[in-house]
Nanobody, 114 residues
Framework: VQLVESGGGSVQAGGSLRLSCAAS????????MGWYRQGPGKQRELVAVITRGGNTDHADSVKGRFTISRDNAKNTVYLQMNSLKPEDTAVYYC?????????WGLGTQVTVSS
């Protein structure tokens, strides 16, 4: 499975961005997908996850501001990010679970200025 993220960039606080992650390869076997992020000097942390059936979970720090969604027909997972804050600045990584194996994309940078 190959994952390619897009949609990152620089935005002012309060702005919005939409990240996309397109999957290719053995895509029929993908179960859960999600987004993680790693800020400067921080560990990678969970942002949001979504099951193949569409059940979602979001980190407390982004609830009410970020929304994860998935288009199984396009093999793509999205992260709509609204009301962005400087502390959301990070590299955002997409992941996909195939059985017991977790695949990762290379990440996309999101920078939020105050």
């Amino acid at each position: 499975v190959q994952l390619v993220e897009s949609g990152g960039g620089s935005v002012q606080a309060g702005g919005s961005l939409r990240l996309s992650c397109a999957a290719s390869g053995i895509i029929f076997s993908i179960n859960g997908m999600g987004w993680y992020r790693q800020g400067p000097g921080k560990q990678r942390e969970l942002v949001a996850v979504i099951t193949r059936g569409g059940n979602t979970d979001h980190a407390d720090s982004v609830k009410g501001r970020f929304t994860i969604s998935r288009d199984n027909a396009k093999n793509t997972v999205y992260l709509q990010m609204n009301s962005l804050k400087p502390e959301d600045t990070a590299v955002y990584y997409c992941n996909a679970d195939v059985g017991h194996v977790r695949y990762w994309g290379l990440g996309t940078q999101v920078t939020v200025s105050s």
